[in-house]
């Protein structure tokens, strides 16, 4: 059966791919919406961190009332172990109610679905993508149920997982794997974050409940077994890697292992199909960057949508203005966050000290925190 669809198709209906439909319709511009998984698929046990940006892109679209289980970080500790220099950012300081916000992934996907109900956004759930064919006119998506469907713009927001996903531009294994759990530990939080860094890699608090979400970076080899130790062994080899600053480590939840990847594959700039987050690139994830940049590129895209004439939609000039609006953000937090994981994630002396000094020196001068705080929290463009 083919069809024809007016405006955008999205596919994806992932918090990017929702949050463009979303911002689409505000922007007075027809979204479809097609998603692999079934309706009832299982809930991400994931925790994502929001930034202040990410809040007010939420907050536009009248998504951010209707979340749950949301821990502001108020303050944000980083250190390095065995090494001098410190660096305290606060939200105060730069007069925003939190620097971010921590919350379920799944309490984020449960509202965005919702909004795209009460919006009467259309979304087939169970619809796997095979591949998209373009031509200068139009993009043609065909379905693994035999349908095909045509729109002057697709935008991809799978994450990346899709059969014809491109090869990347630019990417690089860390060779290391993130172990994420939530941690309970003697202190309470304060709504303050902790970003450590190690020689083995950075190691992340996060304030969620009234506990911590922990991301500890390591070698894969080493990941494994971390993840795999009994609980008391874990807590015991936690606090002898982070360190006591939030006390004893009292408890820990189940431990999961993602493997760590930088990966640009960018935008398609010239055959009407624009790929949006995870899609596009993927980060590591200290500093929080990764999420913030897609939902970035959605709120963008469905931004530029809005400023293009019917005609011009999907048009290889529209896509390249695409292209140029997001380069300066996405390349400037992948080499960001590429930079700290390189900088930081070893023992080498010069380094060690040159790290110290460096954080040193933005606790010591508040227009350079500011500066590197507000690009944390919106991006590029600051």
Request: glycine share 8%; aromatic share 6%; with cysteine.
């Given at each position: 059966m083919d069809e024809s669809v007016s405006g955008v198709l999205i596919v994806g209906a992932g918090p990017v791919g929702a949050v463009c439909a979303l911002a689409l319709q505000q922007q007075g511009v027809a979204a479809r919406v097609l998603e692999a998984q079934p309706a009832d698929a299982r809930a991400d046990t994931r925790t994502l961190a929001l930034s202040h940006g990410s809040r007010l892109i939420l907050d536009r679209l009248g998504v951010w009332e209707k979340l749950a289980d949301v821990t502001p970080i108020t303050r944000i500790h980083?250190?390095?172990?065995?090494?001098?220099?410190?660096?305290?950012?606060?939200?105060?300081?730069?007069?925003?109610?939190?620097?971010?916000?921590?919350?379920?992934?799944?309490?984020?996907?449960?509202?965005?679905?919702?909004?795209?109900?009460?919006?009467?956004?259309?979304?087939?759930?169970?619809?796997?993508?095979?591949?998209?064919?373009?031509?200068?006119?139009?993009?043609?998506?065909?379905?693994?149920?035999?349908?095909?469907?045509?729109?002057?713009?697709?935008?991809?927001?799978?994450?990346?997982?899709?059969?014809?996903?491109?090869?990347?531009?630019?990417?690089?294994?860390?060779?290391?794997?993130?172990?994420?759990?939530?941690?309970?530990?003697?202190?309470?939080?304060?709504?303050?974050?902790?970003?450590?860094?190690?020689?083995?890699?950075?190691?992340?608090?996060?304030?969620?409940?009234?506990?911590?979400a922990l991301v500890w970076t390591a070698s894969v080899e080493a990941a494994g077994r971390i993840a795999a130790l009994p609980d008391g062994e874990f807590l015991a080899a936690l606090y002898r890697h982070f360190g006591g600053r939030q006390g004893l480590f009292l408890h820990a939840g189940p431990r999961k292992t993602f493997p760590l990847r930088l990966a640009w594959t960018g935008s398609e700039a010239a055959n009407r199909v624009v790929r949006i987050g995870n899609a596009a690139q993927t980060l590591h994830p200290v500093a929080g960057q990764g999420f913030n940049i897609g939902l970035r590129d959605a709120w963008e895209l469905a931004s530029l949508c809005g400023d293009t004439s019917a005609s011009e939609m999907g048009s290889a000039a529209m896509l390249a203005a695409y292209a140029r609006s997001r380069r300066g953000d996405v390349l400037g937090g992948l080499g960001f966050t590429d930079f700290l994981v390189r900088t930081f994630s070893n023992d080498i002396p010069p380094l060690r000290y040159a790290r110290g000094l460096g954080l040193l020196a933005l606790e010591a001068l508040p227009p350079l925190k500011r500066f590197v705080a507000r690009r944390m929290m919106f991006g590029a463009r600051g």
């Open positions: 980083v250190s390095q172990r065995g090494a001098l220099g410190v660096t305290r950012l606060s939200a105060a300081e730069l007069d925003v109610p939190a620097l971010g916000y921590v919350l379920p992934y799944a309490a984020l996907t449960a509202a965005l679905k919702q909004a795209l109900r009460e919006a009467n956004i259309a979304v087939e759930y169970g619809v796997a993508v095979d591949r998209i064919q373009s031509t200068a006119d139009t993009a043609t998506l065909h379905t693994a149920d035999g349908r095909t469907l045509t729109a002057p713009l697709v935008a991809v927001a799978d994450g990346g997982r899709g059969e014809e996903a491109p090869k990347p531009r630019f990417e690089r294994d860390y060779d290391q794997m993130a172990v994420v759990c939530d941690v309970q530990t003697e202190l309470p939080h304060a709504s303050q974050a902790f970003e450590r860094f190690t020689p083995e890699g950075p190691a992340a608090l996060l304030p969620k409940g009234a506990g911590y």
